[in-house]
């Protein structure tokens, strides 16, 4: 099994600032034969289901404000938020989808205001 | 859009089966670039995958759950449901659907989300 590990736990940011999350996977997730990693980011608010945010560990989904960007390849992975909105409030979640039949998340970072 | 919509007993009784249902609208179900999937997130916790299923009834199954999961698809109601057995309060949770869009040949992520429903395992 492919587990995800996270860091920080969580983390405050003040306005305007950058957050960076970090997600490693016990093993790589890039698959040779398309040079692709099988990585997503998830954000969830309070009382909301996730929402899609990255996949292919860089590719924005449609929609999702430039600010958020995924970085990383392997094993070692990272979301940035380049300018913390009051909005981005939220836990944020990567998945992976490299192993079938297993698909596995991170156990979360949660993102608040300093 | 599509949404996705769970529906069930918010209650059930330790060693029955949960059942619940994901309709799906403003899309179908029986389209070749997706599989349908099931998340849970118990109180306060992270998420975990449950299992999957295409509209041709082949299914993946999160192996630690298999023995107690069943996955199926109605595709003329365009819904597809749950059947978890022998629960403990181990299984109370939030259980979302999902879209899990298939852009290879497996499953990959999953997008759009239905809002949950939260299922309580008690007697």
């Known amino acids: 099994d492919i587990v995800m590990t996270q860091s920080p736990d969580s983390l405050a940011v003040s306005l305007g600032e950058r957050a960076t999350i970090n997600c490693k996977s016990s093993?790589?997730?890039?698959?040779?034969?398309?040079?692709?990693?099988?990585l997503a980011w998830y954000q969830q608010k309070p009382g909301q289901p996730p929402k899609l945010l990255i996949y292919?560990?860089?590719t924005r989904e449609s929609g999702v404000p430039d600010r958020f960007s995924g970085s990383g390849s392997g094993t070692d992975f990272t979301l940035t938020i380049s300018s913390l909105q009051a909005e981005d409030v939220a836990v944020y979640y990567c998945?992976?989808?490299?192993?079938?039949?297993?698909?596995?998340f991170g156990p979360g970072t949660k993102v608040d205001i300093k | 859009q599509l949404q996705l919509q769970e529906s069930g007993p918010g209650l059930v009784k330790p060693s029955e089966t949960l059942s619940l249902t994901c309709t799906v609208s403003?899309?179908?179900?029986?389209?070749?670039?997706?599989?349908w999937g099931w998340i849970r997130q118990p109180p306060g916790k992270g998420l975990e995958w449950i299992g999957s299923?295409?509209?041709?009834?082949?299914?993946y199954y999160n192996p630690s759950l298999k023995s107690r999961v069943t996955i199926s698809v109605d595709t003329s109601k365009n819904q597809f449901s749950l059947k978890l057995s022998s629960v403990t309060a181990a299984d109370t949770a939030v259980y979302y659907c999902?879209?899990?869009?298939?852009?290879?040949?497996?499953?990959?992520?999953?997008?759009?989300w239905g809002q949950g429903t939260l299922v309580t395992v008690s007697s």
């Open positions: 093993q790589s997730v890039l698959y040779s034969s398309n040079n692709k990693n099988y």
């Open positions: 998945q992976q989808y490299y192993s079938t039949p297993l698909f596995t």
């Open positions: 999902a879209r899990h869009v298939r852009a290879t040949v497996t499953p990959n992520w999953f997008d759009p």
């Open positions: 292919w560990a860089s």
């Open positions: 299923i295409y509209y041709s009834g082949s299914t």
């Open positions: 403003g899309g179908s179900i029986s389209s070749s670039s997706y599989y």
